[in-house]
């Protein structure tokens, strides 16, 4: 089951083109990573899911229910962390937290206080003394305290130190454990790499490459390093894939693209000092994207 499927989505700003033919499925349970630098379409696409903004093409539904028709059905069941949250400052964190509540209905307070102690929140001061991190952790609690079904969450680490980071993480892992899904956006390679399950890398509103992070990595070139005993011959022939960057030594480095089983036949049928293949990241794999996307 999927809670997001998008189709063919456009969004344009008069001359300004945001999404071009955008196309992706966010899974029941996953924990989906929107990858891409600032600029290429993420937030865009995110309002767009959450009744925001109006698409000007293609569709996009939620839970089985379209976007802008049926926006207010779908917010009941889902919780927005936006980008650049604003919070008014005369409340103080728990008041925030209180209104919120009661906005929702009741039933997220216990929860609240929960993640005010897990993120060390300092809950009962004035929210315009609090610094970025402070209110970065102030809205990321607004979202999760109330268990949503789907949180859609927009550069969510943004102001947090690395331990705070690590404890969104923890929390994230622990909501998809529960069966709910997490739909976030980020330029940060790291942290999808750490946290996602399911990848889609966006570049100037379109979508280079989506599927699950290890498919991704299968699918993207890897180093390869071999080592010869002696000085290789002038007429050293490799299979197709393998790309040779240089040869030293009798160290020959390059790149090997597809999958891995035709290399390591091929690479039996050599007397090899050592052989180094190097499992890509996805760092390598964006960086790949771009350099072939490239303007």
Not at 16 to 36: E, K
Not at 146 to 153: A, D, G, N, V
Not at 242 to 251: D, M, S, Y
Not at 260 to 269: F, G, K, R
Request: charge should be neutral; hydrophobic fraction near 40%; charged fraction near 25%.
């Amino acid at each position: 089951m999927n809670v997001v499927e998008i189709h063919n989505l456009a969004k344009s700003y008069q001359d300004v083109v945001a999404l071009r033919d955008v196309s992706l499925t966010v899974p029941a349970g996953s924990r989906f990573g929107f990858l891409g630098p600032n600029g290429a379409g993420k937030s865009t696409t995110l309002r767009i899911l959450i009744g925001l903004l109006r698409a000007s093409g293609g569709s996009a539904r939620v839970f089985g229910l379209d976007a802008w028709g049926e926006s207010t059905a779908i917010r009941k069941r889902l919780a927005y962390l936006s980008g650049d949250a604003r919070l008014y400052g005369g409340m103080t964190g728990h008041g925030l937290l209180r209104f919120v509540d009661r906005a929702r209905g009741g039933g997220g307070w216990a929860e609240a206080l929960r993640l005010c102690e897990r993120f060390e929140l300092a809950a009962e001061r004035k929210i315009r003394s609090y610094s970025k991190g402070m209110r970065q952790k102030l809205a990321i609690i607004q979202a999760l305290m109330h268990k949503p079904e789907l949180l859609i969450l927009d550069e969510p680490t943004s102001g947090l130190d690395p331990l705070m980071q690590q404890a969104l993480y923890d929390e994230l892992r622990d909501a998809t454990a529960e069966g709910r899904t997490v739909l976030f956006s980020s330029h940060t390679l790291s942290e999808v790499e750490q946290l996602c399950d399911q990848v889609a890398i966006v570049r100037s509103g379109r979508i280079v490459e989506a599927g699950t992070t290890e498919s991704l990595r299968k699918r993207a070139l890897r180093r390869v390093v071999l080592k010869h005993c002696n000085q290789l011959p002038e007429s050293f022939s490799t299979p197709e894939g393998l790309t040779v960057h240089g040869t030293k030594n009798g160290t020959v480095t390059g790149t090997w693209s597809g999958p891995v089983d035709p290399l390591i036949a091929w690479l039996s049928t050599l007397q090899l000092d050592d052989v180094s293949i190097s499992q890509p990241s996805l760092e390598d794999l964006f960086a790949t994207y771009y350099r072939e996307q490239g303007d």
